[in-house]
């Protein structure tokens, strides 16, 4: 009879110091779960009060991606240039195989402590049942946590690669993005918004008479002006309530593929 084959984990590969750093990547990610910071649902005013701390997250996002120029990342989508320089140095230096190994715990936890919740935040209640057509938000749901996941794995990947030269000067982009998730961010991404590329937030949204809904910021507001249904195209964007009457075009961003992407599992 053979032996069953035993799964491996990245510590069993990676360098001490780099799974020290992807377990700080992790127990972050696990932290967020047990502080209910994922996808946190607030009524518009709540919103407003947490403006100061998304600027900054976000500044400090935008500042982790200067040294790799022009950045075109689409909502729930990693920026191709930073999983370009993660596959060159994984290959060089030999940690391909752990760093999709972190990639995946990172990822996998990710999804577990996010994908219930994002329901909740979506409908208001967790479905177990097969979604229909009045379910889209939580197929929305899904896919953002399944940016999450993403966000969630780049930033593993990039600590289990930190000490290499290519990296060592550099911030983590992927870090710098869960710091937007810990705030409750539902998803991220740039957007053309009025002609220009302007990098923008989602938050679950509480709206009267206990409706779902996602306000929409864009970097360098100052307070949260349009919202969406968690399932509708942005081009469905209104005012927010009790916010100024400003109408904005936005439209999506080209996005190559990166050649470098953990696929997270399906949720379920």
Known sequence: MSEIPQKVDYKDILPKDASIRV???????????????????????????IIPQIQAAT???????????????????????????????AKAAGRSEGADLAGEAASSEAGEASSKVAQFAAIGEIRTEPYTITSLALTSAD??????????????VWESLADLPELSDKANPGLALL??????????????????????????????????GLGFWVDGDAQVILQKGWASPYESLRPLIGALPIRRKIELLPMRQSSYLVVPPPIT
Do not use: C, H
């Open 23 to 49: 377990d700080g990547v992790i127990d972050g990610i696990r932290q967020m779960g047990e502080n209910n910071s994922w996808f946190v649902i607030r009524t518009p005013d709540e919103l407003q009060e």
């Open 59 to 89: 500044d400090t996002y935008k500042k982790s991606l200067e040294p790799f120029g022009e950045v075109r990342m689409f909502l729930n989508s990693p920026s191709s240039p930073v999983d370009d320089l993660l596959s060159v140095a």
């Open 143 to 156: 896919y953002d946590v399944i940016g999450a996941m993403f966000v969630a794995s780049q930033a593993a």
């Open 179 to 212: 710091e937007l998730y810990a705030l409750g961010a539902a998803s991220t991404g740039f957007l053309s918004v009025d002609g220009e590329k302007q990098f923008t937030v989602d938050f679950p949204l509480l709206l009267p008479e206990n409706q779902r």
